[in-house]
């Protein structure tokens, strides 16, 4: 069992993962930067280490700093968050090779999984349905021309090594493929180091579902349903529900079971994600997230089931403290993603919080690292706060989230909070009827 996690993150994620630990009676590690030395997460755990100077490269993704954080403190597992070092399979290798644990999936369905192309191959052969597209990697434009007349126009040119929305090219017509091809090729080659790049056929109104899946790395596994995070800008996701609006009980257990069939089948441990885009009753995978999503809340509020836990449980050997049958549906969630941006244009906006006051009352989560008195720091992440509310159906977490917004104190910074009072006003919005493009058509008529 473990005594002692080391937390490799900051921010709102490291508070989630240490108030997991408190809970279980383990020990918590911060690390921190010399940016981060008033952080909420430092203050809050049992102890804390500075590992260097605010440039992430040279803190919270260093690994001799890390590792040798673990070593002062004596930890023997780390928990990577999400983003930083959680999809980082040479991190683990050293985190293991050092006789500590990493909690989460091995090195190995990291490597994989990150690898786009290698993704759809290993899911295509466990029975997961996939987008249409090119076998594998496509060297070059005259390929990408022979490819893209076969799944028709139009199509998006996609780097293997992508993500966070970096690396995606569009190319509406044959006309415009030399040029997606070029640009997604040295974006990807800047971006991540490798200019290896796919084609897809691109889906013009499609919804973003994701499946979230568990577990024990010895074959068993479970799904918990999808969220669907079709809310998006520049392929960000702003805002995410449980469970879709537009999906069934029998479509959820149908995707769900093949995603916990297809991560049995290759002994996955811990908590996954496998993002589809579904149109017209149909899904195509897109890419596998071998890590605990920023979204995941909702997927809890309605589980009613700590992921965390369940991570560190099947991290030290224990089994999931449920089996799929128990795993049922209760009610609707929605999560809001509060940015220090500034609108109409989402710039960045660190900086001196003023007064801060957060909601409550029946339903409502707060998941956050601000403070009155804190400086957001500018080098990292713009996500200061995730306000999740649940209620007993989709109309009541919807006034559940417009009364929390109006009870939700954030001054002295600017923050993405107008976006989500107006969004709340619209009737897609209160249908639930929008796909993945809906966002960025409505900010154009009204924010930008
Ligand atoms: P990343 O790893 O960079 O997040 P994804 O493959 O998950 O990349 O895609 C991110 C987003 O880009 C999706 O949620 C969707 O909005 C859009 N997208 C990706 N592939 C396609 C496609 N084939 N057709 C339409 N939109 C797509």
């Known amino acids: 069992m473990f005594q002692k996690i080391l937390i490799a993150n900051r921010g709102e994620i490291a508070l989630r993962v240490i108030r997991a630990c408190r809970e279980m009676g383990i020990r918590s590690v911060a690390v921190h930067s ?33 590792i040798s954080a673990c070593e002062i403190t004596g930890a023997d597992a780390i928990h990577p968050g999400y983003g930083f070092l959680s999809e980082n399979a040479s991190f683990v290798q050293i985190v293991e090779d050092h006789g ?7 090195a190995e369905h990291i490597r994989v999984m990150g690898d786009k192309i290698a993704a759809k191959e290993t899911m ?25 007349d076969q799944i028709g126009y139009p199509v998006i040119v996609k780097a293997t090594a992508g993500g966070g929305g970096r690396g995606m090219k569009l190319a509406p017509t044959a006309d415009d493929l030399e040029h997606a091809f070029q640009t997604a090729r040295s974006e990807a080659k800047a971006a991540f180091g490798n200019d290896e790049v796919y084609l897809e056929k691109y889906l013009t109104r499609p919804r973003h579902i994701e499946v979230q899946v568990f577990g024990d790395g010895k074959g068993r596994a479970v799904h918990l349903g999808e969220r669907d995070c079709s809310l998006q800008r520049r392929h960000q996701k702003v805002m995410e529900e449980a469970p879709g609006p537009a999906i069934t009980a029998e479509m959820r257990a149908h995707i769900g ?45 309605v589980f009613g089931v700590d992921l965390v836990r369940e991570q560190i449980r099947v991290a030290q050997g224990e089994p999931m403290s449920f089996v799929q049958d128990e795993l049922e549906v209760l009610g609707h969630a929605i999560e809001v993603r509060i940015n220090a941006e500034k609108l109409p244009n989402f710039t960045p906006s660190p900086g001196n919080v003023g007064m801060y006051h957060a909601p409550g009352g029946l339903g409502v989560r707060m998941d956050s690292a601000l403070y009155s008195g804190y400086t957001i720091p500018p080098y990292y992440d713009s996500l200061v706060a995730k306000l999740i509310v649940r209620g007993r159906d ?55």
């Open 34 to 66: 010399t940016a981060d030395s008033d952080a909420m997460h430092v203050r809050l755990a049992d102890e804390s280490v500075c590992i260097g100077p605010p440039p992430s490269s040279q803190s919270y993704l260093a690994f001799p700093n890390i």
């Open 100 to 106: 500590l644990a990493f909690i989460g999936p091995t």
């Open 124 to 148: 295509k052969a466990l029975g997961v349905p996939c987008v249409p597209g090119s076998d594998g990697g496509v060297p070059d434009v005259e390929t990408a021309r022979i490819v893209a």
């Open 257 to 301: 079971k093949v995603c916990a069939d297809a991560v049995a089948g290759i002994n996955y441990i811990g908590a996954g994600t496998i993002e589809f885009l579904y149109e017209d009753g149909e899904f195509f995978f897109i890419e596998m997230n071998t890590r605990l999503q920023v979204e995941h809340p909702v997927t809890e509020a």
């Open 394 to 448: 989709r109309p009541e977490a919807l006034s559940r989230l417009q009364r929390a917004l109006s009870e939700l104190v954030i001054e002295g910074i600017d923050t993405t909070l107008p976006l989500f009072d107006a969004l709340l006003r619209e009737p897609a919005i209160q249908t639930g009827s929008y796909d993945i493009h809906w966002l960025e058509k409505w900010l154009a008529g009204n924010l930008e």
